[in-house]
């Protein structure tokens, strides 16, 4: 196939949606000769912050002199964008190839009986070919949604597990309460293998030990009474942990937690330095998650989708702006929680522009800014997210006003493209 066929063959692949268990993919990559098995792995579930952590660890361990593979999802820009060898992406043709291959997998699977695996899966399995194929020392995953039963869950030796914040998303699929969607996130760590965790709540942490305990897993809690913040502004932060000082140039104040996070696990990899580690995270970037993309006036876009999310989100706006004017341009999709988004954001936004994605699921810009006016807040619908940005910026005074766009990966990413379109121009 070449790569718009490989698309098309995927579009189907979609329509599949999401189908939770393991046989599928197990038995695709036992018919591809396991290429999962032999690689060093960093594995990551959460519900936030899973991006940034691998992100930070990404970077540490290219400094550290490592061929790095990194599997992403969802992507912002480019199909080719979730599968990564030291940050560039795979190209067309490597996709194009390695689909190719599993396809006809896929096919004997199908004529023997077995159910098509799905994109994911299909996606999954390209990321652990493309990763053999680089010869990569170490492959950074994500989770897709939940973890004991997510596609990536196959990965048996040599991994280093990692927890992101967990919170309340995807109820539907992964348990109406903290404790289900806790559980479903551990279900990537093995008996007697590492975890490290994010500085979780009481009740997921509590939960957490118990598991590790039981389980005989080896445990590290990002601890944020070893952290003392020494300077905090929109584009980063600058902290002391557990003695070492460091850097990062990623705003929003949960970005510190995710990057002591990603400290302790890159101090679980036996020949990385304090002074790698500190290089590492200075030097991450990783766009749409409280990224500056304008200056003048300040334009901030982040790709917070869900409850948890939001308050954070909310939280580094309040310490970070405590004068002028917040106008937000959101867009949510239907199936989110976005009634909960309007009460968590109220109280910092002066105004909104409301617009609607070209996803099937998104919700329509009319219905959320009604939504909005009902709760005293002047919301217009716009044509698209750029006649958004245009109206924001020309209503926004320059010295103190900030726009945020914000709502799904999607809206943001469109919003980053337009500004890079004006810096070429």
Not at 35 to 53: D, F, L, Q, R, V
């Amino acid at each position: 196939m070449n790569f718009n066929e490989v698309l098309k063959y995927i579009h189907e692949k979609e329509k599949l949606g999401s189908v939770f268990g393991l046989e599928a993919i197990n038995e695709l990559l036992f018919r591809l000769n396991n290429p999962e098995k032999g690689i060093k792995a960093i594995h990551i579930a959460g519900t936030n912050g899973k991006g940034s952590i691998m992100a930070f660890i990404e970077e540490a361990l290219i400094q550290a002199g490592y061929k790095v593979g990194r599997y992403i999802s969802p992507v912002i820009f480019d199909y080719c964008e979730r599968w990564k060898l030291n940050k560039r992406w795979a190209t067309e043709e490597e996709v194009s190839r390695v689909i190719t291959e599993i396809s006809e997998k896929v096919s004997d699977m199908i004529r023997d009986g077995y159910v098509s695996p799905t994109a994911f899966e299909i996606e999954t399995a390209a990321a652990f070919m493309l990763f053999k194929e680089w010869d990569v020392d170490y492959m950074l995953i994500e989770c897709g949604m939940g973890g004991r039963l997510d596609a990536t869950n196959v990965i048996e030796e040599d991994v280093i597990n990692v927890l992101a914040s967990i919170s309340m998303d995807h109820m539907n699929v992964l348990g109406t309460d903290i404790s289900d969607i806790t559980s479903e996130k551990l279900g990537i760590v093995r008996k007697d293998s590492t975890l490290i965790t994010y500085p979780e709540t009481d009740e997921v942490m509590n939960q957490i030990i118990e598991y590790t305990k039981e389980n005989s897993v080896q445990l590290y809690s990002a601890d944020i009474s070893k952290l003392s913040i020494l300077d905090e502004n929109m584009y980063g932060s600058a902290f002391i942990y557990n003695g070492n000082e460091y850097k990062i140039n990623m705003g929003g104040h949960y970005q510190i937690y995710n990057a002591v996070t990603a400290i302790e696990a890159l101090q679980r990899i036996q020949g990385l330095d304090t002074d790698i580690i500190r290089k590492g995270l200075e030097k991450t970037s990783w766009e749409a998650r409280f990224e500056v993309i304008n200056d003048n006036p300040v334009v901030i876009v982040d790709g917070a989708h869900n409850e948890d999310a939001w308050i954070k989100l909310r939280e580094s706006l309040e310490s970070l702006f405590t004068s002028g004017n917040i106008t937000f341009i959101i867009g949510v999709l239907a199936d989110k929680e976005y009634y909960k988004m309007i009460k968590i954001l109220a109280p910092v936004i002066d105004k909104v522009y409301t617009v609607q994605s070209s996803n099937p699921r998104a919700l329509s810009k009319e219905t959320l800014a009604e939504l909005f006016n009902r709760e005293g807040i002047k919301a217009f619908p716009a044509d698209n997210v750029n006649e958004a940005i245009k109206s924001a910026t020309d209503n926004a005074d320059f010295e103190s006003d900030i726009i945020v766009v914000c709502g799904s990966l999607t809206i943001t990413g469109e919003a980053i493209r337009y500004y890079k379109k004006i810096n070429m121009e």
